[in-house]
Structures are given as C-alpha cells and as structure tokens.
C-alpha cells in the first residue's frame, strides 16, 4: 500500500518544525515556475498570485542536487520503467539518499512502487 496525503502533512509539520529536510534535483525552479506559467496563462491563475506561489517557492530550503550527478541512474530507472527521465531524476535521488519519493503524478507511483516501498503518493485533492 502507498502513503498518502496523511504521511505528507506529517513530513510537512516536520520540515516546519525543522526536522526534515527538502531534496530535490536542481531541475525543480525550471518545474515549479513551468507549473505556475501554465497554471497563469491557461487556467486563470491571477498575476499576483502567480507571483507569492514563486516567491514562497523560493522561501523553501531546498538541497539541491545537480541533474547531472543523477542522470546515469536516472536515465537507468527511465528505462527500467517506461517513465521520463525528468521524472527518474527524483526517483533516483530518493534511492541514492534513502529517503522517501513524494509526489501528487499517480501515474508515476502506480508505474514504480511495486520496487519503491518509500513513494508517497500526494492525491491533487484537499
């Protein structure tokens, strides 16, 4: 069985409480500010608000881990599992730091957690 959203707002009053820490490929300003974009130009995101989602982005610490460290294994998972290697970036972040995959891409759980005990799933919905 996956973890949900429970396990993620755990993680989240940890990483407030100063007890986790964020990882993420050096990839995910280029994704979070693509997701605003789209989230602005398609789907009626307000300007303003567009704004304060990229400036409480870049309020986060977030250790960041040069794609191209993770790439080899990267490309290796993107393989194994028909998934893009944009995607394998994470995975292969999470495997090589031990720490558990979060993500709200169902498609992509569904597609490797039957080898990755440690992929939280993050349902879009409240």
């Not at 009053?13 to 100063?18: R, V």
């Not at 693509?34 to 977030?62: H, M, P, S």
Request: proline share 2%; hydrophobic share 45%; charged share 20%.
């Amino acid at each position: 069985m996956v973890p949900t959203r429970a396990a993620f707002v755990r993680g989240l009053d940890d990483y407030q409480a100063g007890t986790l820490t964020l990882l993420a490929p050096d990839l995910i300003s280029a994704e979070v500010g693509n997701i605003v974009w789209k989230k602005q130009a398609f789907q009626g995101l307000d300007v303003d608000d567009a704004r304060t989602v990229i400036d409480e982005f870049r309020k986060l610490a977030i250790v960041l881990t040069s794609t191209g460290d993770l790439l080899a294994d990267a490309y290796g998972l993107a393989v194994t599992h028909r998934r893009s290697v944009y995607d394998s970036l994470y995975l292969a972040l999470s495997i090589r730091e031990g720490c558990q995959f979060v993500t709200a891409d169902e498609r992509l759980v569904n597609a490797v957690s039957w080898s990755f005990s440690r992929v939280i799933w993050l349902p879009n919905s409240a």
